[in-house]
Nanobody, 124 residues
Framework: VQLQASGGGFVQAGDSLRLSCAASGRISNYHMGWFRQATGKEREFVAALKWNSGNTVYADSVKGRFTISKDNAKSTVYLQMNSLKPEDTAVYYC???????????????????WGQGTLVTVSS
């Protein structure tokens, strides 16, 4: 599985941005995740989606503002980010793997496949 992330940019607080992660390979039974890493901080979980069921999980910090979704035809997962805050500034990574138990969805080491990061900068 190969992942290609895109869509980052520089925005103002309160703006919206949509990240994309195009996947190649068979991902029908995979979990797809978005993580982010701010400068000097550890990589943190943002959201995850189970490809075949569409079930989603979110970090508390983004609930109600971010939405993870997928396009089956394009094998692409999206992260719609609304009401962006300066603290959302980070490099965002998409990830994928199969057979991740629910309690481990937020753990970076649960995922073996990673895309390159895309930088999101939110200015106040």
């Amino acid at each position: 599985v190969q992942l290609q992330a895109s869509g980052g940019g520089f925005v103002q607080a309160g703006d919206s941005l949509r990240l994309s992660c195009a996947a190649s390979g068979r991902i029908s039974n995979y979990h797809m995740g978005w993580f982010r890493q701010a400068t000097g901080k550890e990589r943190e979980f943002v959201a995850a989606l189970k490809w075949n069921s569409g079930n989603t999980v979110y970090a508390d910090s983004v609930k109600g503002r971010f939405t993870i979704s997928k396009d089956n035809a394009k094998s692409t997962v999206y992260l719609q980010m609304n009401s962006l805050k300066p603290e959302d500034t980070a490099v965002y990574y998409c990830s994928a793997d199969s057979h991740i138990i629910h309690s481990s969805l937020g753990v970076p080491s649960s995922y073996n496949y990673w895309g390159q990061g895309t930088l999101v900068t939110v200015s106040s």
